[in-house]
Nanobody, 122 residues
Framework: QVQLMESGGGLVQPGGSLRLSCAAS????????MGWYRQAPGNQRELVAT????????YADSLVKGRFTISRDNARSTVYLQMNSLEPEDTAVYYC???????????????WGQGTQVTVSS
């Protein structure tokens, strides 16, 4: 069994910052890519950023515009998303995902967090 626990969402004023965290736990053999998606009301879920186990990053540049930074702590099985200069358009539920090979089955698949609400409003 693999679990993802997200934290760090909340209400912030435009121009503010938030840091999201997502920790994986359970019967894990190996963690590959980790990343963040978001979904605003009425919209499809969209990619924000991903990071490989070696630290290579990929961003949805049109969304991030240099404001967000993804990082990970492999020892803690945790991925982070530092979000600066937040705009009302960033309001969404943010979901983390991880590509994990489970220890019990040795099968590899994506796991998703429960989502954390980020609201940018004055």
């Amino acid at each position: 069994q693999v679990q993802l626990m997200e934290s760090g969402g909340g209400l912030v004023q435009p121009g503010g910052s938030l840091r999201l965290s997502c920790a994986a736990s359970g019967s894990i053999f190996r963690i590959y890519d980790m990343g963040w998606y978001r979904q605003a009301p009425g919209n499809q879920r969209e990619l924000v950023a991903t990071i490989t186990s070696g630290g290579s990053t990929n961003y949805a540049d049109s969304l991030v515009k240099g404001r967000f930074t993804i990082s990970r702590d492999n020892a803690r099985s945790t991925v982070y998303l530092q979000m600066n200069s937040l705009e009302p358009e960033d309001t969404a539920v943010y979901y983390c995902y991880t590509d994990i090979q489970a220890k019990m089955t040795m099968r590899r698949r994506n796991y998703w967090g429960q989502g954390t609400q980020v609201t940018v409003s004055s």
